[in-house]
């Protein structure tokens, strides 16, 4: 019995010597999952910082580089141009290749040397420049005449009936003059290249006429009028159609719009056949033959342009708020919306690209709303445009002067 009892004993002393190591091995492989798997996420976690990283050091690089353009100062007068008095400089505008002169005697062309090409003599109260593409218009404000040239010369002076209050142009050389009239509300006379009167309407029931726009191909005239008489302001876009026919061109009603809303289109323009009407604070556009206000939120407009079929639109969120740029495509989709500055001195738009001069500042956009060019200037400017070749002029307090 005692080895009986001997034997069992060391049968249960074998177990547990078997029992021991085999915990031991169980211990030992769960420690080094743990770890493995430690490690595996430790690398995982290093790998996403270590991308984050470079992602940032990028960003901060190219927002460095952008920032140094805007630090290097521009001294105007070492630019291309020539020099003048600040008060010969308020008679200059850019345009073709040089810049437009224009006083109450004369309308001068000038290279960018200062030295005259052709000149026109006038005789004008209040006379005012506006550049429309290839085309200048100069004309007397509240008085009776108005002078269309380009680069080449004078195409014809033209005098008024009545006393004109605006002017704009087609791409291809048509005018149409806004003008008062004691016997209506205004008039809207329009004119082929030639300076021939091809059309006059009266304005009886619509109210004053404020602007006008042509389409892309001026085959559209689209008028904006404002009618004071009732209760409320109603304010109505009159279109007219421009055919050309055996007999000359021929000038018809096409459609009227109007809205419920009690406001003032003070600008209009054509996004290719597409028509856009501004107020002080929201856009509109004609959609299924009907006017209707668009979800954009602009508190106060400053500036429209249009360059490449896209909306360049300068606009503020209340008094001493920054000003803000926002760019809108054809497709109505805003595709550019920033702050830019507290103080908007001039804009220019010209062939693909869009110049805003800022606290001193002037970016140059491309149609897309990418920043190409960014300079800080050392005078004040008095106006800007795009001359040929998409170099960018500027009137300065001290002159005339190019920006590559």
């Known amino acids: 019995m005692k080895n009986k009892n001997k034997k069992e004993k060391a049968n249960i002393k074998e177990k547990k010597v078997k029992e021991k190591p085999a915990a031991e091995k ?46 290097a100062q521009i001294k105007l007068s070492a630019q291309g141009g020539f020099t003048c008095e600040y008060s010969e400089a308020q008679k200059l505008y850019p345009y073709g290749d040089g810049v437009i002169k224009v006083t109450s005697e004369r309308i001068a062309y000038l290279n960018l040397s200062g030295s005259e090409i ?17 085309f200048v218009t100069v004309f007397d404000r509240d008085g009776y005449s108005f002078t269309v040239l380009d680069k080449d010369g004078v195409w014809y002076s033209k005098p008024t009936t009545n006393p004109i209050k605006a002017v704009q142009m087609s791409d291809d050389g048509f005018t149409a003059v806004i003008s008062g009239n004691n016997d209506s509300f205004g008039d809207v006379s329009l004119y082929d290249k030639d300076g021939n009167q091809i059309a006059v309407w009266t304005s009886y029931n619509s109210g004053f ?10 085959t559209l005239l689209a008028v904006s009028t404002i009618n004071t008489s009732g209760a409320v302001i109603v304010p109505y876009v009159r279109v007219f159609s421009i055919a050309k026919s055996s007999k000359g061109y021929e000038v018809d009603d096409y459609a009227v719009y109007t809205t419920n809303d009690s406001v003032i289109f003070a600008s209009i323009c ?7 009407c501004f107020t002080s604070n929201a856009l509109y556009e004609v959609k299924d033959d009907n006017l209707s206000r668009m979800n954009f939120d602009f508190s106060a407009i400053g500036y429209v342009k249009k360059v490449s079929n896209n909306l360049f ?54 149609s897309s709303g990418v920043i190409t060019n960014d300079y800080s200037v050392d005078e004040d400017i008095i106006r800007m445009n795009f001359l040929s070749g998409n170099k960018l002029c500027v009137v300065s307090t001290g002159g005339v002067h190019t920006i590559n």
Do not use: E, W
């Not at 026109?120 to 550049?131: A, D, F, G, K, R």
């Not at 054509?270 to 856009?276: A, D, Q, S």
């Open 26 to 71: 169980k211990d030992g492989s769960i420690s080094q999952s743990v770890i493995r798997k430690g490690l595996t996420i430790a690398v995982m976690i290093f790998a996403t910082l270590l991308i984050i990283s470079i992602a940032l050091i990028f960003v901060v690089s190219k927002k460095i580089d952008s920032m140094a353009g805007a630090d």
């Open 313 to 366: 639109i300068t606009y503020a969120d209340g008094i001493s708020q920054l000003n803000k740029l926002a760019i809108i495509n054809s497709s109505d989709s805003v595709i550019y919306n920033s702050n830019i500055g507290a103080n908007i001195i001039c804009v220019a738009n010209g062939n693909g690209y869009y110049a805003i001069n800022i606290d001193r500042r002037v970016f140059i956009y491309n």
């Open 270 to 276: 054509y996004v290719g056949n597409k028509l856009c």
């Open 118 to 134: 052709f000149s026109h003599t006038v005789s004008y109260q209040n006379p005012q420049c506006v550049t429309f593409g290839d």
């Open 209 to 218: 006429p404020v602007c006008c726009a042509f389409n892309q191909n001026s």
